[in-house]
Structures are given as C-alpha cells and as structure tokens.
C-alpha cells in the first residue's frame, strides 16, 4: 500500500481546489444566483462558523473566527484573526488529517474574496454572536 501524502504535500492543492469552490459560490450569490450546480449555494456551504476562544488548545493562544468546509479526515478551515473591533487582520488555511496539518496565510484576491465572505457574517450579526457565545 502506497504512502498517503504528508498535510504539506497536500495543503496547496487543497487550497486552489477550496478557493475554486468558494469563489463560484460568492459570484453566484453576488449575482443574485440561487444554486451553483455541483456546489449548491453559499448559505449552505461549509459545516459551520463559530469563535475559538484563546487556549482553547494548548499551543493556541490567540481566539480566532473560523469557517469550517469540512470536517474529519481531512478537515478544511479558514481562520479569521481579529482585532477587539472584529475587523480582521489575518487569513490562514487549515488543511488537517489525523495528527498532521498544514497552513497557509492568504494574500492577494484570495484573503480579498476571505475577507468579503467574513465582512458578510459580520454584517449579518454572526460574528457578534458567536463570540459571545462562546465567551460567556
């Protein structure tokens, strides 16, 4: 039986493929479009968005918004790094399977197209309830 592939060796290819998705997702809806064949639509996408609160894990001492595609073996999520006014400042990629993982940090388009999707949860309440949710 042949080898699977390291977190590392995986996390770009991953990373275009999730973006691919998310991408066509957003334009539809920005477009006024219900239903992305193959995808469905953008309020049905991805398992969930909630706050991870600081020391959550033990090597995590930073909170952060996550938008979690998947879960499992593998697991594909976006984290949004805030400042204490909910503006973001940074956007990783998480690609994880069983005990290995691999990030990457978006720039460019990518963490733009991020960024808008977060604005849009924030705009619409999510982020302000799901911190206090989990902070209370």
């Known amino acids: 039986m042949a080898k699977q ?8 290819s991953q990373l275009e493929s999730g973006l691919d998705d998310i991408r066509r997702l957003w334009e539809a809806y920005k477009e006024g479009e219900e239903d992305v064949e193959d995808l469905g639509n953008i309020y049905e ?5 909630d706050y991870v609160a600081p020391d959550t894990f033990g090597d995590q001492s930073e909170g952060y ?16 790094y805030v400042n204490p006014d909910f503006s973001s400042y940074k956007v990783e990629y998480w ?10 940090t978006l720039s460019g388009t990518d963490k733009e197209l991020l960024m808008e999707i977060y604005d849009w949860f924030k705009e619409c309440g999510t982020v302000e309830n799901e911190y206090e949710k989990a902070t209370s």
Do not use: K, M
């Open 5 to 12: 592939e390291t977190c590392e060796q995986r996390v770009e």
């Open 45 to 49: 996408y991805g398992l969930c968005f």
């Open 65 to 80: 918004f996550r938008y979690q595609i998947s879960y499992g073996g593998p697991s594909s999520e976006y984290r949004f």
């Open 95 to 104: 690609f994880l399977d069983w005990h290995d993982g691999a990030n990457r």
